[in-house]
């Protein structure tokens, strides 16, 4: 019989639940190489405040805090909530820099030549209405239409592992629209921004990490949403790089080129 583990859940006897079977010396080395990994980081930001701050918020993503919040993260590790909340929110710090070393170390530790680049979006339900780029739209992480925020990532694959590479919001077309102005200025988006659709997100987040040349690969792996755009499609082979995207089985193709 299936043992009940947690209500709504079942595992079989022949698979049981993973013990957590880490020592005391196992966790300290642990956190002695994440400082480390950590200090590969510091050239990034421009003061030394900005880089404590972002270690302290590093340290609350990966803590047991339940609700990953600013407010939650400096309560939980004592540290003053409005500091946090002025790194997160205010803080004039610049990602790019950030992403140039997170690029060089994974090129050095799961760069292979043929890996593959993965594209795809991922949302997050929200109950107000006043978050970046929030709208009722389709929501994976629940299955239908929901109020939420949406972001386009790339990942990384390699026969050496897997990680997160890039990340952009995806804002839907309303917020573009004269209806949405003083949300936009609250929310600082920049005037320049243009509605952009996901495929052209994801093309543009694969360009900026092939004109970067640190993380090699081969491949680009999407689902039907991008597949089904020949103009994503036509940007990935003008990279010089290989797709395997699903596209809509109603698709018509030609049998020969004509």
């Known amino acids: 019989m299936p043992k009940q583990i947690v209500p709504g859940f079942r595992i079989s006897e022949s698979c049981p639940a993973p013990e957590c079977n880490l020592s005391e010396p196992d966790v300290e080395e642990f956190v002695a190489e994440l400082e480390m990994y950590f200090d590969l980081l ?18 609350g993503l990966l803590g047991d805090t339940q609700r990953k919040t600013s407010e939650r993260i400096a309560l939980d590790l004592n540290e003053n909530v ?18 140039v070393v997170h690029q060089r170390l994974l090129a050095e530790t799961l760069g292979e030549v043929d890996g ?5 979006e991922s949302g997050v339900v929200k109950q107000g209405q006043n978050s970046v780029g929030v709208a009722p739209q389709y929501c994976g992480s629940v299955g239908k239409v929901a109020n939420s925020q949406m972001g386009v990532h790339l ?8 990680s ?20 936009r200025k609250a929310c600082g988006i920049p005037n320049d921004l243009s ?16 004109d ?9 792996a999407a689902d039907e949403l991008y597949g089904d755009s020949p103009a994503f499609r036509d940007g990935v082979a003008l990279l010089g790089k290989w797709y395997f995207t699903e596209i809509k089985r109603t698709t018509q193709i030609w049998p020969e080129r004509p």
């Open 42 to 59: 510091a050239p990034a930001f421009c003061r030394r405040d900005q880089f404590g701050w972002s270690e302290i918020y590093l340290k």
């Open 116 to 120: 593959v680049m993965l594209i795809d």
């Open 195 to 210: 509605f952009q659709t996901k495929p052209e997100i994801g093309l543009k987040l694969l360009q900026v990490a092939v």
């Open 82 to 99: 409005r500091n946090l909340q002025h790194f997160i929110g205010q803080s004039p710090w610049r990602k790019e820099p950030v992403l």
């Open 164 to 183: 997160l590479v890039d990340s952009q919001m995806f804002v839907p077309q309303g917020w573009f629209e004269e209806t949405h102005a003083g949300l």
């Open 155 to 162: 990942g990384y694959v390699s026969r050496l592992g897997y």
């Open 212 to 220: 970067r040349d640190s993380l090699p690969f081969q491949w680009l």
